[in-house]
């Protein structure tokens, strides 16, 4: 039986166990998951509100379940027709699962993606050294990051057609962003959030990552990658995976992510191993 996880009640931690067992068995998105229940979850921030937590009864298979708004996320499998009928009530518009095990019921694969891990290794080779005049450059906040990424696009898929005013559209890029920020931000501050920005010779913001580190630090999960529009092609996406990768490597995790088919080809030739497929969901008729 699905049952809700409420930070503030001593009674729950069983069921929390649960939800980061399962969350540490599927890396992704189990970092994801785990980050957001130690930001949100047990009431640590505010600002980004609207998650919801979810594990499975003290008896059934580990199985950890997130909603936000419209968009879902689970590791683990469940019962499909009791799980199919409460995402329904939640109304629930995109989950994303690990192919594999029973999806739920009343629902239908609308996109895929490719899962990569690039594990542990004691001979990974450490990133080149980038040109004189560049560096990498840690946040304390996410702000920049966030601003940096929507200059680039990348929450344009957020912004819905515009209904009342051609501002609308611009107008949801901008509030994603901030709440992209705003929870990063909380993540990073229990120590599970990362934010970076690689700054060129003239001073410009020329790439940006997010990463999210597991509970228990044996996964970090990539959020975000992405090079300005007039500087790819350079190599630059790829030193900043593999400087992700050192990182990580360094602090003994391994390094995840999650990519649409596309860009399989050019995490493959960063030598990450495919994880197998999940898939975006949504109800059917």
């Given amino acids: ?20 067992a399962a969350a540490e068995a599927q890396p992704l998105p189990g970092a994801e998951l785990a980050s957001a229940w130690y930001a949100f979850g047990k009431g640590q921030a505010r600002g980004a509100g609207g998650w919801h937590f979810f594990a499975a009864g003290p008896d059934e298979k580990p199985f950890a379940l997130a909603l936000r708004g419209g968009a879902a996320w689970a590791c683990g499998v469940h019962d499909p027709e009791e799980w199919g009928a409460f995402l ?9 699962l690990r192919a594999g095990g029973p999806p739920p019921q009343g629902f239908a694969p609308t996109g895929q993606m490719r899962g990569f891990c690039l594990p542990v290794r004691p001979d990974t080779p450490a990133p080149p050294p980038l040109p004189a005049g560049w560096r990498l450059a840690g946040l304390e906040t996410a702000g920049p990051l966030a601003d940096f990424l929507l200059r680039e696009g990348t929450f344009s898929e957020d912004a819905p057609a515009a209904q009342n005013s051609p501002d609308s559209a611009p107008n949801a890029g901008r509030q994603a962003a901030a709440l992209f920020a705003r929870e990063l931000d ?13 700054i060129s010779p003239a001073g410009q913001p020329a790439a940006g990552l997010a990463a999210l580190t597991g509970v228990h630090g044996r996964a970090v999960s990539l959020a975000a990658v992405q090079v300005r529009s007039g500087l790819r092609g350079r190599g630059l996406g790829g030193w900043l995976v593999q400087t992700a990768a050192a990182i990580a490597h360094h602090g003994g995790s391994a390094l995840w992510l999650l990519c649409i088919p596309q860009r399989a080809g050019f995490y493959a030739r960063l030598g990450f191993l495919p994880q197998g497929d999940w898939f975006c969901l949504a109800p059917g008729p």
């Fill in 186 to 198: 909380a993540r990073a501050a229990v120590g599970l959030g990362h934010a970076a920005l690689l």
């Fill in 1 to 20: 039986m699905i049952r809700a996880l409420d930070g503030q009640n001593p009674a729950c931690r069983q069921a929390e166990r649960a939800f980061l």
């Fill in 88 to 96: 329904r009530y939640a109304n629930v518009r995109r989950l994303t």
